[in-house]
C-alpha cells in the first residue's frame, strides 16, 4: 500500500475507535429506557421494564400513568391510586395510603378514614417483607388480613405521655406485626376501645398501615397529625417477570426476557423471575446492551495494588515486571524480584542446600558457598552428580541459559499453596501441580512425597540431567527450589496431556490422532531419546519410556518427561544395577532377566510405544483373551502377516501403507529379545524421519544416510525374510519371561 493511502486509512480508523469509545460512554452513562420513550415522570426515573405508555413499557401494568396535572407529574401504577415514590430493580415504592381516625374530646369521631384497602391481585407486584402492618395510637386496635390465608391482629394501649420513647417502634403507642410472603391483597380496620376519652390529651388519633419498617421511626408527637407523619414511609412492592420461576419459563415458552451479561433469577417470595446484569456488569439487564462491563480501574479504591486490567466482566490485578505476587491489596501485593542466580551457583547452592538439609542446619546455607566443602560435602555432592553438573558448566562455559532458583514463597503462591485443585498428578516419585507464576505463565511443579536420602540421589540425578539438555522435544527445566524442606523442581507446563491418554483415554472408544500425527510424535519421541543417549559426556538412560511420559503440547508436539527413573549411566563402570526400575508392558525382558541395563533397554520400550501407536490398545490389558502383553501379541500377530487387522480402524490408506508396514518392522526389530540385535535410538530416530520425508524435503539425504547403518536399511528386509532361528528362541524366551512376570504380580 502506498505511503498516502495509508494515512487517510489511519484517521479513519482513528474516527471509527473514537466512535466507539462515545458509543460505549452513551450506553453506560445513558438511559436506561428504549428509544424514544421517556425515562422520567417528574422527578421519578422510570426505568424499562417500567415506561410510560404501552409500547414502552414490557407490559400493562408496567405502563406508568404519568398524571401531568401535578406540578410536577407524578406516576401511578396502571389505572390505579398507587403512586409511585421510587423504582430501583426488582423494587417499587409506593406513597403510603394510612388508615386513620381522630376523635374529640368527648369522644365522638371527627376525622374517618378507618379501612384500609389494597389489591394486586392479576399485577405482577406483590407485597415485599420489608413491610410491616403497624398501628399506631394509646387506644388503638386493628384486625388485618389478606390473601395467602393471612389474618393478624394489634392492640396498642398506654395510659401517659412520659411512657412514650421514641424509637422505631417502642411497643408503647405503637405495635407492629410481620406479613407473609406472596401476600397481594391487604385488608386492615381500625378500632378503638374508648374512643380516647382516656388518652385524649396526648393522642386524640390512631392510624394503621403497611409501609417499610426501617422508614419509620416513632414520636409521640405524630399522634396530632397523624396522617402527614407517614406519608413519607413508602410501601415496597416486589416485581416480577409473568408468574414463572426462570425454570418454568424457559421450559414453557423456551426465551426468558433477560438480555446478554445478565442471569435470571427467581424473584424473592418466588412469585415469577427477574433479571440481574451479571457480576461484573452494570445497567438494565431487560434492555439489548443494557449490561455495560464495569471498569473496575476506574474506580481509586480498586482492590489492585499493581497493575489494574479491566476485562469483560471482570478485572485482573498483576505486578509489575520487576516484581511478582498476586496484585492484590488484601492478597500478597507486589515485592520487588530478586536477580536471577546463574547456574553455577545454582550448582554450588543445590551440593551445599542439600547438605545442609541432611545436616539440618539451615543456617549454614549461606556460609557454605564461601568455605571449602568438607570431605563429607564433596562425598555427597560427587555421589549426587553435582562434579558432572559443575563439569558440564565448564565446559560450557556461558553458553548454559541460567535457571532460576525460586523462592518457597513464590512456589506457595504459585500453587495456593499446593492446594488440591492444582494437581496435575501424582506418581510413583511424588505429586506435580499446575503452578501459575506472577508473570502469568504455567509451569508445573514436582514435589517428592517423601525426602530421604536415598531420593536424594534422584532428585540430585534429574537436576543434573535436566540442566544439562536442550532439546525441543524434551520437557525442559526452568528452576528449583531449595528453601524448602522437599526441594522442588519447576518445569515447563506442557498443556494437551499425554500420548497415553489420547491414545486409550478418549471418550467414543477410538482415538482421534490421524496416522500423520502418530508418525511424526513417534519420530519426535525418538529423536528426544536418541539425543539423551548421546547429549551428555555418559549416555542418559531414560529407563521409564512409555506412552504416560510422553506430553503433548497444544499442537501435538512430544515432548519426553519423567527422568524420575533415570540415571546418568557412566560408560566406565559396571552396568549391573540391582533395583529393576520401569513399568511392566514397556521392560525390556533381557534388562528384566539380566539386570543389565543399556541404551537398548530404551529401544525395548520405544517398541512397545510403537506397537501402542499402532494398535491403540494398552500394553498391558487383562481383559485380552489371548495375549495380556502387548509386545507379545504384536510380534505373534506380525508373524502371522496380520499387521492391518493389529492396526487400530482408520489409520490405514492408500498412501501409507508402505509406511505403516516400514514402521511396524521397525518397531518389531526394537522389540527384538535380544538388545544387540535391536537398533539404536539413533538408528530408529533417522528411520522414522527418513519415512515422514522428512530428509527428502530438506535434502539433507546424503549425509545423513552415512549415520545409519547398513543393517538398519528397513527395505533390505523383506518381510518374509524376518522369521530367523532367532526369532523363534525369542519366542520361547519371551514366553518364559511373561510367566515370570505374571508370577511376580
Ligand atoms: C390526574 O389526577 C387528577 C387529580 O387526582 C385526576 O382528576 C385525573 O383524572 C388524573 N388523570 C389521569 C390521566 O389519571
Ligand atoms: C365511640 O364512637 C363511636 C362511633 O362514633 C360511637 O358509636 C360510640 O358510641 C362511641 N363510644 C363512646 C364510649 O364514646
Ligand atoms: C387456605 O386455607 C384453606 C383451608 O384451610 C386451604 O384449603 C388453602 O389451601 C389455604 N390456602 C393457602 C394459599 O394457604
Ligand atoms: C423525641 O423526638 C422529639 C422530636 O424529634 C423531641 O422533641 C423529643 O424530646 C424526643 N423525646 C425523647 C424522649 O427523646
Ligand atoms: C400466569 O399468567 C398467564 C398470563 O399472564 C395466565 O394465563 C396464567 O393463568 C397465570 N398463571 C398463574 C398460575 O397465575
Ligand atoms: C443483582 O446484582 C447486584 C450486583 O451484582 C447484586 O448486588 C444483587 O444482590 C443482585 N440481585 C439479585 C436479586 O441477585
Not at 258 to 283: L, M, P, R, V
Not at 585 to 614: C, M, N, W
Request: include cysteine; charge should be neutral; glycine fraction near 8%.
Amino acid at each position: 500500500m502506498p505511503k498516502q493511502e495509508i494515512v487517510p486509512c489511519i484517521v479513519v480508523l482513528l474516527f471509527f475507535v473514537l466512535c466507539l469509545m462515545l458509543a460505549s460512554v452513551v450506553s453506560v452513562y445513558g438511559t436506561e429506557q428504549m428509544d424514544g420513550c421517556k425515562s422520567k415522570c417528574g422527578n421519578i426515573n422510570i426505568p424499562y421494564p417500567f415506561g410510560i405508555g404501552r409500547h414502552c413499557s414490557m407490559e400493562e401494568w408496567t405502563n406508568i400513568n404519568c398524571n401531568t396535572t401535578f406540578s410536577p407529574p407524578k406516576p401511578f401504577i396502571g389505572p390505579g391510586n398507587l403512586e409511585i415514590v421510587h423504582i430501583s430493580g426488582f423494587e417499587v415504592r409506593i406513597r403510603n395510603i394510612p388508615a386513620s381516625s381522630c376523635y374529640s374530646q368527648s369522644g365522638a369521631l371527627v376525622e374517618d378514614f378507618s379501612e384500609l384497602y389494597y389489591d394486586l391481585r392479576g399485577t405482577p407486584y406483590t407485597f415485599s417483607t420489608k413491610n410491616k402492618f403497624t398501628i399506631l395510637g394509646c387506644d388503638t386496635s386493628a384486625l388485618s388480613k389478606g390473601n395467602v390465608n393471612y389474618s393478624s391482629g394489634c392492640i396498642s394501649i398506654c395510659d401517659k405521655r412520659e411512657n412514650l420513647m421514641n424509637s422505631s417502634c417502642p411497643g408503647i403507642g405503637c405495635c407492629q406485626t410481620s406479613i407473609p410472603k406472596r401476600l397481594k391483597e391487604f385488608y386492615a380496620t381500625l378500632s378503638s376501645l374508648y374512643n380516647y376519652t382516656n388518652v385524649w390529651s396526648f393522642d386524640p388519633c390512631g392510624a394503621v398501615f403497611l409501609g417499610e419498617q426501617d422508614m419509620y421511626k416513632f414520636k409521640a408527637s405524630d399522634f396530632f397529625n397523624i396522617r402527614s407523619s407517614l406519608v413519607d414511609i413508602p410501601v415496597v412492592l416486589n416485581f416480577a417477570v409473568s408468574n414463572q420461576t426462570c425454570k418454568d419459563a424457559k421450559e414453557d415458552s423456551g426465551t426468558i426476557v433477560c438480555k446478554e451479561n445478565s442471569d435470571c433469577y427467581d424473584s424473592i417470595d418466588g412469585t415469577g423471575y427477574i433479571c440481574n446484569c451479571s457480576a461484573g456488569y452494570k445497567g438494565n439487564p431487560y434492555l439489548s446492551q443494557g449490561c455495560q462491563d464495569v471498569n473496575e480501574c476506574e474506580d481509586p479504591n480498586n482492590p489492585c495494588e499493581g497493575i489494574c486490567i479491566n476485562s469483560k466482566g471482570s478485572y485482573k490485578c498483576s505486578c509489575p515486571d520487576d516484581s511478582y505476587g498476586d496484585g492484590r491489596k488484601d492478597g500478597s501485593g507486589c515485592t520487588k524480584k530478586n536477580k536471577k542466580i546463574p547456574v553455577l551457583q545454582l550448582t554450588l547452592g543445590l551440593g551445599g542446600g542439600i547438605v545442609v538439609l541432611l545436616l539440618g542446619g539451615s543456617g549454614l546455607f549461606h556460609t557454605l558457598k564461601k568455605r571449602q566443602l568438607s570431605k563429607l560435602n564433596r562425598k555427597y555432592f560427587q555421589q549426587n552428580g553435582g562434579l558432572l553438573l559443575k563439569q558440564t558448566i565448564s565446559s560450557h562455559e556461558g553458553g548454559v541459559e541460567s535457571t532460576k532458583i525460586f523462592t518457597a514463597k513464590e512456589l506457595k503462591l504459585a500453587t495456593n499453596s499446593f492446594d488440591q485443585s492444582r494437581i496435575l498428578g501424582q506418581g510413583g516419585y511424588g505429586t506435580v501441580y499446575k503452578g501459575i507464576l506472577p508473570d502469568l505463565s504455567i509451569v508445573a511443579i514436582k514435589k517428592s512425597k517423601i525426602f530421604n536420602e536415598s531420593q536424594l540421589g534422584q532428585f540430585i540425578n534429574e537436576v543434573a540431567i535436566l540442566t544439562q539438555l536442550n532439546h525441543r522435544n524434551v520437557v525442559k527445566l526452568m528452576g528449583c527450589c531449595l528453601e524448602t524442606e522437599i526441594p522442588l523442581l519447576v518445569y515447563e507446563f506442557v498443556s494437551n496431556g499425554t500420548l497415553f491418554h489420547h491414545l486409550h483415554e478418549n471418550s467414543g472408544g477410538q482415538s482421534s490422532i490421524s496416522w500423520e500425527d502418530r508418525l511424526r510424535i513417534a519420530a519426535e519421541t525418538a529423536g528426544a531419546i536418541a539425543y539423551l543417549h548421546s547429549a551428555a559426556s555418559t549416555p542418559i538412560i531414560h529407563r521409564d519410556v512409555k506412552s504416560a511420559n510422553i506430553l503433548l503440547d497444544s499442537n501435538f508436539t512430544a515432548k519426553v518427561a519423567d527422568f524420575g527413573a533415570s540415571k546418568l549411566n557412566p560408560s566406565d563402570q559396571t552396568q549391573i544395577d540391582t533395583l529393576v526400575q520401569g513399568t511392566m508392558g514397556y521392560l525390556d525382558p533381557e534388562y528384566f532377566h539380566t539386570s543389565q541395563l543399556t541404551e537398548k533397554s530404551d529401544v525395548y520400550s520405544f517398541g512397545v510405544v510403537l506397537a501402542e501407536i499402532f494398535t491403540g490398545k494398552k500394553p498391558l490389558c487383562f481383559e485380552r483373551s489371548q495375549e495380556r502383553n502387548l509386545a507379545t501379541h504384536f510380534i505373534l500377530w506380525m508373524k502371522e502377516n496380520n499387521l492391518f487387522q493389529l492396526l487400530e480402524a482408520g489409520l490405514a490408506n492408500e498412501k501409507n501403507t508402505i509406511q505403516i508396514h516400514a514402521v511396524a518392522k521397525l518397531a518389531m526389530r526394537c522389540l527384538s529379545l535380544k538388545g544387540e540385535n535391536r537398533p539404536s535410538m539413533k538408528e530408529v530416530a533417522a528411520e522414522l524421519d527418513q519415512l515422514r520425508g522428512f530428509l527428502r524435503q530438506t535434502g539433507t539425504k546424503q549425509s545423513s544416510g552415512k549415520t545409519m547403518s547398513v543393517d538398519c536399511d528397513l527395505y533390505a528386509i523383506p518381510s518374509s525374510s524376518y522369521s530367523t532361528d532367532d526369532t523363534s528362541g525369542e519366542y520361547s524366551m519371551e514366553k518364559q519371561i511373561l510367566r515370570s512376570m505374571n508370577f511376580h504380580r
